[in-house]
């Protein structure tokens, strides 16, 4: 429930800050260094280090430092599709076909 509360009060600058302090957390936790993590994932130390300063990365770097801090499987929980709340609604999605465009 904190996360929830958390993301719903922050902007997307704080929540970049606060995934990156987690990266940073892991990595401690490990006990890696910047250098040692960097190599692992594929990535610069200065990438590593901007990230863990700024929150700023590309999302393909990102994406490497989850696979080598062993949490990429996280990154298939986003974007969900939404529940259904009702038989109904559920049938709905079992019968429509996969929208390939959007239409606005």
């Known amino acids: 429930m904190d996360n929830i509360l958390s993301i719903i009060n922050n902007n997307p600058s704080q ?14 936790y490990f006990g890696l260094k910047r250098s040692t993590l960097a190599k692992k994932a594929g990535i610069t130390e200065a990438s590593l280090k901007r990230f863990e300063l700024t929150g700023k990365i590309s999302f393909e770097s990102l994406l490497k430092l989850g696979f080598a801090l062993n949490c990429l499987e996280e990154f298939f929980n986003l974007f969900p599709k939404p529940s259904a709340h009702s038989i109904k609604e559920l049938e709905k999605q079992y019968q429509t076909k996969t929208r390939k465009r959007g239409r606005l």
């Open 15 to 28: 929540i970049t800050l606060d995934i990156a302090k987690k990266a940073k957390e892991l990595r401690l």
